[in-house]
C-alpha cells in the first residue's frame, strides 16, 4: 500500500470494493501499473462479502468518508474548522449554497460534509481528484476540489448520466477539466449537457470503452458442449450476470424462460444481488420454474468465471427502468464472449454498439419476452449456430475492446504519461 506522500492523484467512489464495479478496479490497477500514484476516497465502506483479485493488485491507500454526517460528527466538525480556512471555501460555499437552493435536499447536506472532510484531510501532494460517476462522488469531488483549488476530472457510466439532473450535469461538465465515458450514446448525452454553458464544452468529453484486461483474465474455454435442449438429463445452461435491478430485465427474462417448448430442457443459473431478489424467485415460482432456475447471489470472481466456463449461452435483458436508469455497455457481455459463450441480449442502451444483431450475437427489442424467448429457443437447440456467434464475439472483443488504448489516455490525462516499460512489466508479471 502507498503511503499517502506517495499519492498524486485522488480518486472519488461510491463505494470500494464493489463486485458489481469490476471495470472500475480495472481501471484503477491499469493507472497504477502506468506509473499513476493514487489513492481512494470512498463515500461508503463495502458490503460485499467477496472481493475479486484485480481489487487486491490496487495498493493505494483507501480512505473512507463519514456516509452519514451523523456517523461521526467529530470528524465533519474538525472538517469545517480546517476547510473553512482554505482559500476556496468562499467560492465552494457559494457553490453549494446555489445546488442547496435548487435541490434541498439531505443528500445535498451529506454531500457537502463528505466535501469538507475530504478538502480537510488530503495529503499535500494530491495534484488532482478524479471522480467515477456523475451523481453523487462528483458532487464531493467537486466541492472538495473548489475548497483545495485543485483541477478535477470525471468518469460517467449509465445511471448516472441517464438520472442526473440536467442543470446539474451541465455544471459539472463545465467546471471539470475533461469527462471520460465509455459508450457512444453516452458521450453523445455528455456532449449535449456540456454545450449549454459553453459551446467548445463538448470537446471535454471524450469516449472510452472500458474494454477487458485481457492479460488478467482466464483462457478462454476452448471446447463447448453440444447440448442441444433434447436430453433431460443434460440441460443447457442458460447464465446471466448482474444486478437484480429492474434496467436488467429478469423478469422479462423469466417469462421468456417459461415459454420456451416443453420439450426443451434447460436449467437457468444467476450470478448477482439486488433487491429484486426475493420477487424474482416468487415470479419463478409463480411461472412453475422454480426448480429449474439457481440463484447463486454475488460472487468472486474465481466463481464468476467458473459459471461462464460450464455454461452454454449467456443472457442479458437489459431495457429503460421506470426512473430512466439504463445500462451502458455491460462489461460482462465482454467477458462472456471473451470466454467464448454466445450472448442473446436486447437493443437497450448502447449493447448494439457491440453486439451486431446475427454476427456476434442476437439482439431482440427490450421488454419483449416472445421475442426473447424465440431467440433462446433458436441457440439452445443449435449448438453449432452457439459456436459460430461465440467466435464472432471473441473476435470483436479481442480487435475492439482491449482497455489498453483507454487507460493509457486517462493516464495521460492525469498528468502521467505511459511508460512503455512499465506496461511491459505488467504484462511479464502476468504471464
Known sequence: MSSPMDARVAVVLKGWPRLSETFIAQELAGLEARGVALEIWSLRRPTDKHRHPVHDRVAGRVVYLPEYLKDDPARVWRGWLKARRLPGYPAARARFLADLRRDPTPNRLRRWGQALVMAAELPSGIERLYAHFLHTPSSVTRYAAILRGLPWSLSAHAKDIW??????????????????????????????LASRSDKTGADKVKLVYHGLDFAHLPAPTQIRSQRDGSDANDPVVVLSIGRKVEKKGYDDLLQALAALPRTVSWRFEHIGAGELGDALKTQASRLG?????????????????????????????????ADGDQ?????????????????????????????????????VAPGAPDALS????RLITHPELRQKLAHRAGEVVRTRFSFDAGVDWIASALGHPVQPEAILSEARAAE
Open 163 to 192: 438520472t442526473s439532473e440536467p442543470w446539474e450535469a451541465a455544471d459539472k461538465l463545465a467546471d471539470c477539466t475533461w469527462a471520460v465515458t465509455c459508450t457512444d450514446m453516452g458521450a453523445t448525452r455528455l456532449r449535449d
Open 289 to 321: 420454474i422454480a426448480e429449474r432456475c439457481t440463484w447463486l447471489g454475488a460472487q468472486p470472481q474465481k466463481q464468476v468465471f467458473a459459471a461462464l466456463a460450464r455454461a452454454d449461452l449467456f443472457v442479458l435483458a437489459s431495457k429503460k427502468a
Open 327 to 363: 445500462d451502458g455497455l455491460p462489461n460482462v457481455l465482454m467477458e462472456a464472449a471473451h470466454q467464448g459463450l454466445a450472448i442473446v441480449s436486447t437493443r437497450a442502451a448502447a449493447i448494439g454498439e457491440f453486439i451486431d444483431d446475427g454476427d456476434n450475437g442476437l439482439l
Open 374 to 377: 424465440a431467440a433462446l429457443a
